[in-house]
C-alpha cells in the first residue's frame, strides 16, 4: 500500500506554554511521508520563537504568517497550502503518539473521507513526571459511520464521547472533502466540525488511545471564565434544536442535560468575586436565563429522571444564595471590591 502523504495544520497564537510538546510530537511521528504548516496568527509571546530551531532543521515544516484574523481562518489559509492528501487540524497542548499517523493510515480504506482515534488527559503537573507519554488502549474496535450517525454521537451520554466526536485535532481528514466546506459560514471550530462530519459519507473511527491532552494549568481551565465557553453553549443550544426538530427524546434528554451541566460550570467560574471582567454581571444574568429554561424543560419533560439533574439544580441555587450573601455583606470581604447595581444591594 503506498502511503499517502499527510499535512498536519498547526494555528499558533500566543502558545508559548504548549506549543513544544505538540511540535516535537509531530516531528516524531514514525511516518516519512508528512509535512507541517504552521499558522501563526499575529503572536505576540515568543511561541515561533520557540520552534524556530525546529522549522529551520527540518524541511517539512512550513511556516505561514498572518494578521489576527483567528483561527478559522488559519485553517483555511493552510488548506490552501498543503499539499496532503490527508490533513490533521492538530492543537497545541496535545501530544501525538509517534505510531498515530502509522496506525490511521494504514487503517484508511478506500471509501473513507474521515479517520480518526482516542485520547486521554493528563494534568500538566502530571506531564513533567512521565517517562513516558502513554496509555493502554482497549482492544482494538473500528466503526465506520455515515456524517449524520455520527453527529449523532454528540448526543451521547459520556462527556469524553461528546469531545472525542466533536474535535478535529484527532482526525485525519481527506483535502478534497475539506475544499467543499464554506469557512465563512463558522466562526469556531464546533461548527466548522460539525459541517466537515456532515459533509462526510464515510468516517471511520479507532477506539486506540494515540494522543494525550495535556490539561495546561488544570485549576485555570476548571475554574476561570474563557469566552469560548460561551462558543460551546451556544452549539449545544443549537444541537438541542436539531433534537427537538428530529423528536428524538433519548438525543434531547442527553443533550440537555450536558447543556445544563456546562452551565452550572460556567456559572460557578462567573461567581468567583476576584474575577474581573466587563460584562460578568450580564453573563451571570444570561447564563442565569438559560440555566431555568433548561431546567424548566428537563422537568416537565423527563420528571422521571430528575435525579440525575436536580443536584445540578440544587447546586445552582446554593451558589446564587451564596453570591447574594457575598454582594449584601460584601464589607466583610476585604478584597472584595466588584461594583453592583443599586438594586442588588
Not at 512521565?130 to 462527556?159: A, D, M, R, V
Not at 445544563?260 to 450580564?282: A, C, E, G, V
Request: charged content about 25%; hydrophobic content about 35%.
Amino acid at each position: 500500500m503506498k502511503m499517502p502523504l499527510v499535512s498536519f495544520i498547526l494555528p499558533v497564537f500566543n502558545n508559548n506554554n504548549s506549543i513544544l510538546p505538540t511540535i516535537k510530537s509531530l516531528i516524531s511521528q514514525d511516518y516519512q511521508n508528512k509535512e507541517i504548516i504552521i499558522v501563526d496568527d499575529s503572536s505576540t509571546d515568543n511561541s515561533i520563537k520557540l520552534i524556530q530551531k525546529y522549522i529551520d532543521k527540518y524541511p517539512f515544516i512550513k511556516l505561514i504568517s498572518q494578521p489576527a484574523l483567528g483561527k478559522i481562518n488559519s485553517i483555511k489559509v493552510a488548506i490552501s497550502q498543503v499539499n496532503g492528501e490527508f490533513i490533521m487540524i492538530a492543537e497545541t497542548g496535545k501530544i501525538y503518539i509517534d505510531t498515530m499517523t502509522k496506525y490511521l493510515i494504514y487503517n484508511l480504506e478506500q471509501e473513507n473521507e474521515i479517520i480518526g482515534c482516542d485520547f486521554f488527559e493528563l494534568a500538566e503537573s502530571d506531564y513533567y513526571n512521565l517517562l513516558e507519554i502513554s496509555k493502554k488502549s482497549p482492544k482494538e474496535n473500528l466503526k465506520t459511520f455515515s456524517g449524520s450517525n455520527y453527529i449523532q454521537e454528540l448526543t451521547s451520554s459520556s462527556n469524553h464521547v461528546f469531545e472525542n466526536c466533536i474535535t478535529l485535532w484527532n482526525k485525519f481528514i481527506k483535502k478534497s472533502l475539506l475544499k467543499n466546506i464554506d469557512f465563512s459560514e463558522h466562526t469556531n471550530t464546533l461548527t466548522l466540525a460539525k459541517s466537515i462530519f456532515l459533509n462526510s459519507t464515510s468516517i471511520k473511527i479507532s477506539n486506540q488511545i494515540l494522543i494525550c491532552k495535556i490539561l495546561v494549568d488544570q485549576y485555570y481551565i476548571e475554574n476561570c471564565f474563557n469566552y469560548k465557553n460561551l462558543e460551546t453553549i451556544q452549539f449545544l443550544e443549537e444541537l438541542l434544536i436539531d433534537c427537538k426538530t428530529e423528536n428524538n427524546k433519548s438525543r434531547m434528554y442527553n443533550c440537555s442535560l450536558r447543556l445544563i451541566s456546562y452551565l452550572y460550570k460556567i456559572r460557578k467560574q462567573l461567581s468567583f468575586y476576584s474575577l474581573n471582567i466587563n460584562d460578568k454581571i450580564q453573563l451571570r444574568q444570561t447564563i442565569d436565563k438559560k440555566f431555568n429554561s433548561i431546567y424548566k424543560f428537563l422537568i416537565t419533560k423527563y420528571p422521571s429522571k430528575s435525579e440525575n439533574f436536580e443536584n445540578i439544580n440544587e447546586q445552582y441555587r446554593k451558589l446564587l444564595k451564596d453570591e447574594r450573601f457575598r454582594i449584601k455583606y460584601y464589607y466583610l470581604y476585604p478584597s472584595y471590591t466588584e461594583d453592583y447595581p443599586e438594586d442588588l444591594y
